[in-house]
């Protein structure tokens, strides 16, 4: 005769009904696309200028583009920005 296993008792089916939603949520949060912004500084925070700096300046920085509507942004300074214009974080495309 063959060993049956030991009823379930309510204890053991809430811990394990527990365990599968708290796999199921880990593994939705895990799959969930992260499409987190970060908020961009004030040109004051990098000392931003409308003016080149030592022949430096936005135009010809890796942070620098150019939106859809034509005008001048930076990935990390709020704000229209000028082509000629400088500031701190500058850093020279390669």
């Known amino acids: 005769m063959e060993k049956s296993q030991a009823p379930i ?10 365990h599968l939603l708290l796999g199921a949520v880990v593994t939705a949060i895990a799959g969930a696309p ?3 912004k970060a908020a961009k500084a004030d ?3 990098f000392f931003y200028q409308d003016k080149p700096n030592a022949g430096r300046h936005c135009s010809s920085c890796n942070l620098y583009s150019v939106s859809p509507s034509g005008k001048s942004v930076c990935a990390i300074i709020d704000g229209e920005i000028s082509a000629e214009g ?3 974080a500058y850093s020279p495309r390669t």
Do not use: A, E, P
Request: hydrophobic share 25%.
């Open 86 to 88: 400088w500031c701190m």
């Open 43 to 45: 040109k004051k925070d």
């Open 34 to 36: 992260r499409t987190v």
């Open 9 to 18: 008792t309510r204890r053991r089916g809430l811990l394990r009904g527990t």
